[in-house]
């Protein structure tokens, strides 16, 4: 692995994934990184964007592919210009 890649996914139905409310999950981010600094901040940044008031709806609403990036994109330049 040569860069740092997240990945998003979402599921049509939520899926059980061991929350203490038996809540299921939605969404999804798989974070591959070759060194822990690297992993630890974007895990900090995608909980910097996953706070953010309809961040989360919007990309459950999100109709297509391009369209989840450019939410995810929003929402990363947004922390970027604070």
């Known amino acids: 692995l040569e860069d740092t890649v997240v990945a998003f996914g979402r599921t049509s139905t939520a899926i059980p994934f061991g929350a203490p409310d038996n809540s299921g ?3 999804f981010f798989l ?3 070759r060194d822990t600094r690297t992993h630890l901040r ?3 940044r995608l ?3 996953i706070q953010k ?3 989360l709806d919007d990309l459950r609403s999100a109709d297509s592919g391009q369209s ?3 939410i995810l994109a929003a929402a990363d330049q947004a ?3 604070r």
């Open 31 to 33: 974070v591959a990184s």
């Open 47 to 49: 909980g910097r964007m």
């Open 42 to 44: 974007l895990l900090a």
């Open 25 to 27: 999950t939605d969404l």
């Open 79 to 81: 922390i970027e210009t």
């Open 68 to 70: 989840a990036f450019e």
């Open 53 to 55: 008031p309809g961040f």
